[in-house]
């Protein structure tokens, strides 16, 4: 899907795939890069398949790849939920706080809200945190990615809406 700088989103290309695996990923998005202009590629936005991340990193190498804002929260709320049983506004707040330190354009506040996170978590949900979300800031954290041109795009909601009717 391209997205305008208005922010609306039209399909460019289609790939039905029996098996998603980043070889075959990296065929289609070849077909893609030759068919297009795709030096004016900014960025990707994408769930956290890591075969499709691996796909275009091979064929668009310089361009970003950022994790949808939508799918990163609701991975995490669904994380905390089950790690901590707590009350729902605890995890409402613990996910507020972590969204938060992925949208800021800061790096020193995005430190700040990981010493402050760790400071009210347990161990395991700091470990968590480090090894699906802190280790691949570049994937995630606004504060990597200041001068890639999103169009205020920060999820896949359109592109599965679009999905959703074919």
């Not at 361009?63 to 729902?88: D, M, T």
């Not at 990981?114 to 802190?134: A, L």
Request: proline share 2%.
């Amino acid at each position: 899907m391209v997205v305008d700088h208005e922010g609306h989103g039209m399909p460019v290309f289609h790939a039905f795939l029996a098996k998603e695996d980043s070889h075959i990923m990296e065929k289609c998005l070849r077909i893609f890069a030759l068919q297009y202009n795709s030096e004016h590629t900014s960025c990707f936005i994408v769930d956290k398949d890591m075969a499709e991340i691996t796909a275009i990193g091979a064929i668009f190498s310089g361009v970003p790849v950022n994790l949808c804002h939508f799918h990163i929260s609701q991975a995490v709320e669904r994380y905390l939920r089950k790690a901590l049983g707590r009350s729902a506004s605890v995890v409402k707040l613990l996910t507020s706080s972590f969204m938060k330190q992925v949208c800021t354009e800061s790096e020193e506040e995005f430190d700040a809200l990981k010493r402050e996170i760790s400071q009210i978590v347990p161990q395991s949900v700091i470990q968590y945190f480090e090894d699906n979300w802190w280790s691949k800031r570049h994937l995630c954290a606004a504060c990597c990615n200041v001068n890639v041109i999103k169009f205020h795009a920060n999820t896949t909601n359109a592109l599965e809406s679009y999905h959703s009717k074919i």
